[in-house]
């Protein structure tokens, strides 16, 4: 079961302080950030990684973004986490906002993740959606 | 390993005898033809299923399909095997047709599967790539 509550106090924590979404980072235990080997990349604003967590986690968090007013979203992931990513877009638009979410934009990529012999690539997609007025 | 050549053949062999690829559909068990229950919707001309297979499996049969001369090619896939379906897209956009294939467009959906209790709800992915001239 999803602590819905839980979900929605660290998604409204995400966004009043900084105004970005990045769930698979606030699931890392906090001794993956004394590590100085791995940069972070500026999160942009309205964005949710989607990674391993239980979708509706990312659908909550999606919900409360939109909540606050925003029009726009962009939801990222990688690798396998690629299929949940269109799940997430697919439960928020049709269970939630039935008609009112329009997918703007999908593109997909390729990234290079890992260090030395762990070099290897990964796909990546980013699907953006709207919120119809 | 993925054994190219009889990859090769079977693909070759399913654009010989109707234009199609259905990569999911040539790994069943001929057993599964014989089930009623599941009623085989029709398969679009220039479109590969991505299931379950090695990714080079359907990377092979997408470059099979533009050596007889196709210009689109319709990759699609549901559930987990979405983000194969992304990463042949990659694979053979960047590895084999560098800078010369272009999406077209990329649509997301859901679909119902299942019978009885077993009905669910699984999100779909269709890309649609062109070969640049």
Redesign the interface.
Known sequence: MVDLHRELGKALHALEYGGELRMSETAMPSSEEQRPTKPREPIPPDTIFVGKKPLMAYATAAMMHFQTGAKELSVKAR?????RA??V??VVS?RFYAGKLN?KN?????EVVGEGDDIR?V?T?E?RVELLA
Chains 1, 2 share one sequence.
């Open positions: 690798g396998q986490a690629i299929s269109v799940d877009v697919e049709r997918i999908i593109s997909i990529g390729t690539n796909s997609i699907i």
